[in-house]
């Protein structure tokens, strides 16, 4: 695990499991690493919590992001969600709730594994269509990879969050 920085606003710091529960909620994240040069990379993907893990998927032909996963695994995760821009007396500001969390990458072998981390994806973003989703799979599968994200650090910040 790598040594968290002090957050700026210790305040705004959110405890592991309101982190872990905006990871849950969050349409989509960024997904950023380093190409062999030093240059960051980030890419917003889709993406799906399983038992802790966060999964994606791609195609299987290679690209910028799977071969800089392959060069080096190392990975940041970050998420936005309450968005909203808003104007508070004097000074414009936003209400958010994000994470950003640092781990590894690594492509999913297990063929259980891959099918239940794409049955997952297909249920999140459109669970109305899930009598298909099986054709769907066994018709994609040999041009479709998941990749598991193993989350070390995971750190939330929320600012001027809404009561529930």
Known sequence: ????YPMQMAERELTLEEAID???AGEYCVLSTVDPDGTPYGVPLSYVMLDGKLYIHTGKRPGHKIDDWNH?????VSVATEVEPCYEETFFTTRFASVIAQGR???VEDPVTLRKALVALCMKYLPQFKNEIGGAIEREIDVTDAWCVTL???RGKAG???SS
């Open 72 to 76: 080096d695994s190392r990975v940041c």
């Open 105 to 107: 990458i690594s492509l």
């Open 160 to 162: 001027r969050r809404l």
């Open 152 to 154: 070390d650090d995971i």
């Open 22 to 24: 905006i990871l849950e």
């Open 1 to 4: 695990m790598t040594e968290s």
